[in-house]
């Protein structure tokens, strides 16, 4: 069975990321290939019931270790439950955040050891790595601006509350991860107008697709 696509979408608050896996899936499919969306925290059951104690705050009392404990224990569930099994079958998945939102979140501004946040990372990943990163990048005033507006009245979560200089510094994490790893990660200006973004995305996922092999055909999930 040829191997499946799985690409993931970075970013910081309000970038768009979910506006556009969303049209990437619609596109997919009509092509008749079946695809997966999902996202972190969350996408399995497991990982669902922790990501509502990270994203409301319950676990920030204890420090940056313990949230990025709780993210790897939803993301290796995340990965063996759905994630993994999903690439084996050809399926294309599309994952809202991953293994960078880690390193950026609780790594860069959460101030954890380098060493530490690689050692959980290779445990929960497993060796399963993104085929194809897409980070879109928006100015954080921006982004913010653009969250506030969406979540109307309801209240801000854990992240999106933080200060503008923190959303600055992780804006600077995730472009220095596409300049890491440039095989892996594209940067796409997400200040655009959402049809921009759009094709450019399909253009570069379509190319992707093809050099990883292609993904299985069937209908779509």
Not at 44 to 64: C, D, M, N, Q
Not at 68 to 79: E, W
Not at 91 to 105: A, N, P, Q, T
Request: with cysteine.
């Amino acid at each position: 069975m040829t191997r499946g696509t799985f690409i993931t979408f970075e970013g910081g608050e309000g970038a768009g990321k979910s506006t556009q896996i969303i049209q990437l899936a619609e596109m997919l499919r009509k092509q008749g290939r079946t695809v997966i969306v999902t996202r972190e925290p969350g996408g399995s059951p497991g990982a669902e019931a922790i990501r509502h104690v990270l994203l409301s705050g319950a676990a920030e009392p204890f420090g940056p270790a313990m949230e990025a404990i709780l993210f790897a224990a939803a993301r290796s569930d995340h990965v063996e439950q759905v994630i993994r099994p999903a690439v084996e079958r050809g399926d294309v998945v599309l994952c809202d955040r991953f293994m960078d939102s880690s390193r950026v979140y609780q790594g860069v501004t959460g101030n954890l050891p380098r060493d530490f946040m690689e050692s959980l990372e290779a445990v929960t990943v497993n060796a399963l790595l993104p085929d194809l990163t897409i980070i879109l990048d928006v100015d954080p005033e921006e982004g913010l601006r653009r969250a506030t507006a969406r979540r109307g009245d309801e209240t801000a979560d854990r992240y999106e509350k933080e200060t503008l200089e923190v959303h600055r510094r992780r804006r600077k994490a995730f472009l220095d991860i596409a300049k890491a790893e440039p095989d892996r990660c594209v940067v796409i200006d997400a200040t655009q107008s959402p049809k921009k973004v759009s094709k450019q995305i399909a253009s570069i996922v379509t190319d992707r697709i093809q050099q990883v092999g292609g993904a299985g055909k069937g209908t779509a999930a």
